[in-house]
DNA sequence: GATGAGCGG
């Protein structure tokens, strides 16, 4: 006698199946999910700038796309040339959104222009200390 | 006197 036992497991649709973690989308606002860049600030790395261009140039230039609340370019410290990059700041994210994409690529005083959302970095920014003594005050607050 | 991707005066 043969006890034939089919141990084959599988769903009624005949296909094995694979449980996965499911698509959960990045709930993080600061960040485009899809080019994995800020979108949500209305300041603008500019680079590829040429040697010669300064704040007035580019914020006649960028005037022209939204209201440019403050242009800042930087400059070497010790030679005092412009070191081919700097930022602008627009009133609102969609103007500065327009300006990129109108801007981007573009040449500007000979050399094109590399326009990307700037960074979260502030000159004095906000740089969060992990204080570590904080642990010790929730383990102390038991009591 | 120069340089050429990047993220600040």
């Given at each position: 006698?043969?006890?034939?036992?089919?141990?084959?497991a599988?769903n009624?649709?005949?296909?094995?199946?694979?449980f996965?973690?499911?698509?959960?989308?990045?709930?993080s606002?600061?960040?485009?999910?899809?080019?994995?860049?800020?979108?949500?600030?209305?300041?603008?790395?500019?680079?590829?700038l040429s040697?010669?261009?300064?704040?007035?140039?580019?914020?006649?230039?960028?005037?022209?796309?939204?209201?440019?609340?403050?242009?800042?370019?930087?400059?070497?410290?010790?030679?005092?040339?412009?070191?081919?990059?700097?930022?602008?700041?627009?009133?609102?994210?969609?103007?500065?959104?327009?300006?990129?994409?109108?801007?981007?690529?573009?040449?500007?005083?000979?050399?094109?222009?590399?326009?990307?959302f700037?960074?979260?970095?502030?000159?004095?920014?906000?740089?969060?200390?992990?204080?570590?003594s904080?642990?010790?005050?929730?383990?102390?607050?038991?009591?």
């Open positions: 006698m043969f006890l034939v036992r089919k141990l084959t599988r009624p649709t005949g296909n094995v199946r694979f996965c973690a499911p698509p959960s989308s990045t709930p606002p600061n960040y485009n999910t899809t080019n994995n860049t800020t979108t949500t600030n209305n300041k603008l790395f500019v680079g590829g040697w010669g261009v300064d704040e007035k140039s580019l914020t006649e230039a960028f005037s022209s796309f939204g209201n440019v609340t403050e242009v800042r370019i930087i400059y070497d410290k010790d030679s005092g040339r412009s070191r081919g990059f700097g930022f602008v700041h627009f009133s609102t994210n969609n103007d500065a959104r327009s300006a990129k994409d109108a801007m981007d690529g573009k040449a500007f005083l000979g050399r094109p222009l590399r326009i990307s700037a960074l979260e970095k502030v000159r004095g920014g906000p740089v969060v200390v992990p204080r570590l904080n642990v010790t005050d929730v383990s102390r607050r038991n009591n």
